[in-house]
């Protein structure tokens, strides 16, 4: 479910490194608990976006949500498919559904967030808080 | 409304029930030196038949006979007594704006109708269940647009109303917006030539009225194409709604921003009335305030919802589209009820009368000496005259002759003293335009 080379956070974002790239998402966890989403606002092309801030929103039936943003850098893509089909992020969170590629500022901020195995577990402690 | 007493018994309950001793203990933790200790200074109790004489001398105290030729923002236009009858009904009348929604699904069905009036009426695509009035609606239209376009500049038409441009003033002061004001030429309009590539490039949007604040009929066109070409937004503000039953509606506008009090509302020392937000659908997220729509239920029922309510302050809070908004339902209604009764026809005739009554008007009064029109653009029910002497001074006179005179154009536009803003609208009867124009050239003839 939660591929083995993406990194976490605990605000549900994923990312990929690839090379000085990282791809970011939202995780399936968190588009499980948004519901149907049926908008997404993506920043433009060149905006800087620094570490923990947020670059946009993600609407669903039920709530808005901020997208944090993994790491600090410069933002070189966004996924023009969103505008059309928001819902492809329900569909393949992890996959086609990625929201913004982003030239990272520093490349080893990736290893301070968690790997799959740790947010896996960081979930399953969440939804044990959530049927307490 | 009802006053609800209440018993010392019923208090006590009240404070058991919340755990509170008594009633300065609940407020305790407002300071001492703020609370109000002395008896509330009011007069004795009085009887029914007291009251109601009361309130027979003070109605009787208000002035009867008068002519008001004043419009600049506020239109005296007939009402029907339909309207009062069904917005007083208290289903309507006492409840808020819903905020279990679908549960008012009467509330929801009339703003959906008001939305559906208010986009037929202006060419735009979507608009919102309304706003507090005219002013606060061009604000967030003009937040919407720097949202929208990124940009922290707005270029403002001179002929937009001054209250428009003062509330706008108010709020863009602490958001680090810029304002710049563009003139008008000869005609009344605004100065399309003013609106440079190079102050373009930087502006969010171009903020035009229309019938501007002098009367005069703006080329909405015109001006979006301009705005356009240079990358901003056209909001295109309304002050008198009824012109829009015959005045090509301002749909190349990206926002329209109006007042809704001209469509049924009493002018009521000036408010409250409804403002009005529409625009293009494309940009309904940036759009403030509650929004009705309509779905089907479990059954496929026609019902509504109010929809986008995501983004708004109960749910957003800090993080809202806006939270200096509102909505005017009960107003929205009065403005919904008095543009079914009147119905397409009903407004372009209104709208016709309206018209034809300021030409005449203005005819009137031009055949006085030393009266001109000011500006050569088209007006609708309302127009700018030349005097030849201080416009404040001819209505201390035709006040003595029971007649309201036109709005002094000169305390808000040092360069427009001697103007004169007359307003005629259809409750304006013939014989009152035409003792109107008679006190004025008797004026105008007798030497200072």
């Known amino acids: 479910m939660y591929p083995a080379d993406y990194r976490y956070t605990k605000d549900h974002e994923w990312i990929k490194a690839d090379g000085a790239v990282g791809t970011v998402g939202i995780t399936d966890y968190a588009q499980a608990e948004l519901g149907d989403v049926v908008f997404v606002e993506l920043p433009k092309v060149g905006a800087q976006v620094k570490t923990g801030q947020s670059f946009g929103t993600v609407e669903s039936v039920k709530a808005v949500s901020e997208i944090y943003s993994p790491v600090g850098g410069e933002v070189i893509e966004t996924n023009g498919l969103l505008a059309d089909s928001p819902e492809k992020i329900n569909q393949d969170p992890h996959g086609v559904a990625w929201l913004v590629k982003i030239r990272l500022a520093n490349p080893k901020e990736i290893s301070a967030l968690m790997d799959a195995a740790a947010y896996q577990s960081y979930i399953a402690e969440k939804a044990k808080e959530h049927s307490a | ?448």
């Open chain 2, 1 to 448: 409304m009802r006053y609800l007493p209440k018993s010392p018994s019923e208090r006590q309950e009240m404070l058991d029930a919340i755990g509170a001793r008594s009633v300065d203990q609940l407020f305790e933790s407002i300071p001492e030196k703020f609370r109000f200790r002395e008896p509330l200074p009011l007069p004795g109790p009085l009887s029914e038949m007291e009251i109601i004489q009361y309130f027979r001398e003070r109605a009787a105290e208000n002035s009867r006979g008068y002519t008001s030729f004043l419009g600049a923002g506020v239109y005296p236009h007939l009402r029907s007594v339909v309207t009062d009858a069904l917005v007083q009904r208290g289903e309507f009348l006492t409840s808020y704006t819903p905020y279990q929604a679908e549960f008012a699904q009467g509330t929801l069905t009339a703003i959906f109708e008001f939305q559906t009036l208010m986009c037929q009426l202006t060419g735009q695509e979507v608009a919102n269940a309304s706003m507090y009035d005219g002013s606060t609606a061009l604000t967030e239209a003009v937040l919407m647009a720097e949202r929208l376009t990124g940009r922290r500049r707005v270029l403002v038409a001179r002929s937009v109303h001054p209250e428009y441009r003062q509330v706008l003033a108010t709020y863009a002061k602490n958001l680090g917006l810029a304002i710049e004001e563009v003139g008008f030429i000869s005609s009344g309009q605004v100065d399309r030539a003013a609106l440079t590539p190079a102050k373009l490039a930087e502006a969010a949007a171009v903020v035009i009225q229309s019938p501007n604040f002098f009367g005069v009929l703006e080329e909405v066109p015109a001006v979006a194409e301009t705005a356009h070409a240079g990358g901003a937004l056209l909001i295109t503000t309304v002050t008198e709604a009824v012109s829009l039953g015959i005045v090509r509606p301002p749909a190349e506008a990206d926002i329209v921003a109006m007042e809704g009090q001209a469509l049924g509302i009493t002018p009521s020392y000036g408010g409250p009335y409804v403002g009005v937000i529409a625009t293009r659908e494309k940009y309904v997220r940036q759009m403030p305030g509650r929004l009705a729509g309509q779905t089907t239920d479990a059954a496929g029922r026609r019902g509504f919802v109010l929809t986008l309510a995501t983004r708004e302050q109960h749910i957003r809070r800090e993080k809202a589209t806006s939270n200096i908004c509102t909505n005017e339902a009960l107003f929205a209604l009065v403005a919904t009820i008095q543009m079914c009764l009147l119905g397409k026809e009903g407004l372009r005739e209104l709208a016709a009368q309206n018209l034809s009554k300021a030409r005449f008007a203005q005819a009137e009064l031009e055949k006085i000496p030393g009266v001109r029109r000011a500006f050569s653009a088209p007006a609708f029910n309302e127009f700018t005259l030349e005097f030849p002497r201080s416009v404040k001074l001819v209505n201390a006179a035709l006040l003595r002759e029971k007649i309201v005179g036109p709005y002094v154009l000169g305390t808000q536009y040092p360069e427009l003293t001697k103007r004169a803003l007359v307003c005629v609208t259809e409750t304006t009867p013939r014989a009152e335009i035409e003792r109107f124009a008679a006190a004025l050239r008797k004026i105008l003839e007798t030497p200072i």
